[in-house]
């Protein structure tokens, strides 16, 4: 007896919808990273290359903050004590060791990542308010100790650090050299960021940052995972203070240690989106600009500051999830319903289960023809999705599994 030609099942919408969501990333991934390293070829004077630089410093400091903000949900506004340490030490390293600069930046970033352990150790068993006061009180206990030490730091006179290149390369190239410095340690980090994003430690912390005491419930190891992210994030913040270090070729304690840095973090990443992977770039962009945008238009005025606060509140008021997620979901309002249960018949399913497991197909086929029933029989003429003039049963996938 044979089978009537059936259809093939069709795919899910959701399989050609994600693999068009696939492409479109890339495409702009491609085009983004296209737009950065054409960057220094079209900018128009070296002060806007310099403007450059500093924005992706910013990215790079605003990215590494979004280890903690963006996973754990803990905000921190005193992390420009690690940027100022990864500076700092940096510039120590060269001076009193003859170290190669960037062994001396790596080396930097390492020690601030183990002298994060201990401060994580004891901010981390605090939340909320508690934590921005912590993390607020390291930030200017640091400012004053680089102030106050000026036989080793330089005090309040500053350090100068060595530059990595030679007398021979000249300032407009020396920005743009650290430009492509910047984006290469800005790339690390967003690529460290996205694959703790879909591992299961990333799911561990995204628990952390919805209900910290139900994660622990459920057997999640809260305060290891917040500490191991802390260090993370000191780490590559130090990395960018170091970059920096390097660049400019001066450290202040007054800028270095300031709670105005730390909360440049924070306003870059909410503005962007701290749960998505681009949003402290996007936001260092937009903030990054304006901010170098007043200082060049009012010079030493506090406009920039009226600015950046105004910038904040309409933020927090208007887009508390960042500007990319607030697009994604206007974007999302104007697609088709998102389902994953598709219609399978009968017949299908046993396409599939002879297909995967032929001998238990074969045994309860016989089953089925020793009770005077015929699997092909009952399941003529059926057709995949669609109600048939024999009105075939059908399941899902979802009651199937």
């Given at each position: 007896m044979s089978t009537p030609d059936?259809?093939?099942?069709?795919?899910?919408?959701?399989?050609?919808?994600s693999r068009g969501s696939m492409v479109l990333n890339a495409v702009a991934l491609v085009v983004?990273?296209?737009?950065v390293l054409s960057f220094p070829s079209v900018a128009a004077n070296p002060f806007i290359l310099s403007v450059g630089v500093v924005i992706m410093s910013y990215a790079v400091l605003a990215t590494s903050w979004n280890f903690v903000g963006g996973f754990t949900g803990y905000i921190s506004l005193g992390h420009a004590a690690y940027s100022g340490l990864g500076a700092y030490a940096t510039g120590l390293l060269i001076i009193h060791t003859d170290v190669n600069p960037w062994i001396g930046m790596l080396l930097a970033g390492l020690l601030v990542a183990a002298m994060a352990v201990p401060i994580g150790i004891a901010s981390l068993r605090v939340r909320g308010a508690s934590f921005v006061i912590v993390s607020i009180a390291?930030?200017?206990?640091l400012l004053l100790v680089f102030q106050s030490w000026g036989s080793f730091t330089g005090g309040s006179n500053g350090l100068r650090v060595p530059r990595p290149f030679g007398p021979e390369v000249l300032r407009?190239?020396?920005?743009?050299?650290?430009?492509y410095l910047h984006a290469a340690l800005l790339a690390v980090a967003l690529l460290v960021w996205w694959l703790i994003d879909r591992s299961r430690f990333g799911m561990g912390l995204k628990a952390i940052r919805e209900d910290e005491d139900k994660a622990q419930a459920l057997g999640v190891p809260t305060f290891t995972y917040k500490l191991i992210a802390f260090v993370v994030s000191a780490f590559f913040t130090a990395l960018g203070g170091g970059m920096y270090a390097l660049w400019f070729g001066f450290l202040d304690p007054i800028f270095?240690?300031?709670i105005l840095v730390g909360s440049y973090m924070v306003l870059m990443s909410l503005l962007g989106g701290i749960r998505s992977l681009f949003g402290p770039f996007l936001g260092a962009v937009i903030v990054g600009y304006a901010v170098e945008y007043f200082k060049n238009q009012y010079g030493d005025s506090q406009f920039h500051l009226v600015a950046m606060g105004i910038l904040l509140g309409l933020v927090v008021l208007f887009m508390p999830d960042g500007i990319i997620p607030a697009a994604t979901s206007l974007v999302d309002r104007f697609r088709p319903?998102?389902?994953?249960i598709r219609e399978v018949s009968a017949a299908d399913l046993a396409e599939q289960r002879r297909t995967s497991d032929p001998a238990a197909a074969r045994a309860d086929q016989q089953s089925r023809t020793d009770d005077g029933t015929d699997v092909s029989d009952s399941n003529a003429g059926t057709t995949t999705?669609?109600?048939?003039?024999?009105?075939?049963?059908?399941v899902t996938e979802g009651a199937r599994r």
């Open positions: 059936r259809q093939p099942a069709p795919q899910p919408v959701t399989d050609s919808r983004l990273a296209a737009a390291l930030v200017l206990i407009p190239e020396q920005h743009e050299r650290f430009f270095q240690f300031s319903q998102r389902t994953s999705g669609a109600a048939t003039d024999n009105d075939s049963p059908t």
